[in-house]
């Protein structure tokens, strides 16, 4: 019988990226599965039940329920493991944190997302992933920006790590390795980034470090 929680997982996966951070802040000993989404693990038949959004990140409980989507799942870990709250007490900021991580899961994500090349790439016959996530990506962090501008201290929103962080440095990250953004025409994320990133629990979370990159 399944005792650890086991997180379904790919080392380059931004939103697996964000759980591996929440797991590591809040101390949680889990059992990570590896799922190469280039090869379409994702998909195949081994997986049809642990993955039933054929998606990563997924965590299996002990009991066998299975949760999806990266909010989700660090919502349920962040009521249930209590220890290093990540979202805030103070209903307002709560929701300040909460749509500052929506910015980047409904706002970018999905635009720099292999499903999404998969079907315009069907449709469109010169077609620049790069390009056209640094456009998407470009706008979006000029917001970013701002909403850091007004709420930042030493991390997002204020000197306390909160979930907004464990979802900003993934996707800094990710568009400055896979889409090559420049991150200093973003003065505040870039600062706020640099303070998180050397974190232990969040190198240790990081796609480099994981036992399936390549």
Same mark, same amino acid.
């Given at each position: 019988m399944q005792q650890k929680l086991r997180l379904y997982t790919y080392f380059r996966s931004s939103t697996s990226h964000r759980i591996r951070i929440v797991?590591?802040?809040?101390?949680?000993?889990?059992?990570?599965?590896?799922v190469n989404l280039? #090869?379409?693990?994702? =998909? &195949?038949e081994d997986n049809k039940q642990e993955l039933p959004n054929q998606a990563v990140p997924a965590l299996h409980l002990?009991?066998?329920t299975i949760l999806i989507e990266s909010m989700a799942i660090a919502e349920y870990l962040d009521e249930v493991?209590?220890?290093?709250?990540?979202?805030?007490?103070?209903?307002?900021?709560?929701a300040k944190v909460r749509g500052f991580c929506e910015l980047i899961n409904s706002g970018m994500h999905p635009y720099q997302n292999l499903i999404m090349f998969e079907w315009i790439e069907?449709?469109?016959?010169?077609?620049?992933?790069?390009?056209?996530? #640094?456009?998407?990506? =470009? &706008?979006?962090f000029q917001t970013m920006e701002k909403l850091l501008l007004?709420?930042?201290?030493?991390?997002?929103f204020g000197d306390e790590i909160t979930l907004a962080d464990c979802?900003?440095?993934?996707?800094?990250?990710?568009?400055?390795?896979?889409?090559k953004l420049d991150?200093?025409?973003?003065?505040?994320?870039?600062?706020?980034?640099?303070?998180?990133?050397?974190?232990?629990?969040?190198?240790?979370a990081q796609p480099d470090q994981q036992p399936d990159f390549k």
């Open positions: 797991l590591n802040l809040k101390e949680i000993d889990y059992e990570p599965k590896f280039l #090869q379409g693990e994702h =998909k &195949s002990p009991d066998g493991y209590p220890q290093k709250k990540l979202l805030p007490q103070d209903p307002v900021l709560k069907k449709y469109v016959e010169k077609f620049d992933r790069v390009e056209f996530v #640094q456009n998407v990506l =470009k &706008s979006e007004q709420n930042h201290g030493k991390y997002s979802f900003l440095v993934p996707q800094v990250m990710g568009a400055i390795a896979r889409f991150i200093t025409l973003f003065p505040t994320i870039q600062e706020v980034y640099n303070n998180l990133k050397d974190l232990p629990q969040f190198y240790k």
